[in-house]
């Protein structure tokens, strides 16, 4: 199975979602959203391709997909599918 990489900048966009959410919501919503998010990069390491292509203006960012945290379709995590790994 593929492997997901996560750059520095989602990590800190999953710990922003998660305080977000523990503050405004619960922190029984907030641990959803961690564990759904872990699933959810689970099964893009397994099927990359099911996220949406999204046109950008920028060409380097011409391959991202996007795809939402499960449970959470507010919450979109944009990745690049690559042939040994995924990024997200």
Do not use: C
């Amino acid at each position: 199975m593929a492997r997901v990489i996560r750059l520095e900048t989602a990590k800190r966009d999953l710990t922003a979602h998660f305080l977000y959410l523990a503050e405004h919501a619960s922190l029984t919503v907030a641990d959803r959203f961690l564990a759904n998010a872990q699933a959810t990069f689970a099964t893009l390491a397994t099927a990359p391709l099911i996220g949406k292509s999204v046109e950008f203006k920028k060409r380097d960012l011409a391959d991202v997909r996007l795809w939402h945290v499960r449970g959470f379709e507010k919450y979109l995590i944009l990745y690049r599918p690559r042939a040994e790994e995924q990024v997200g």
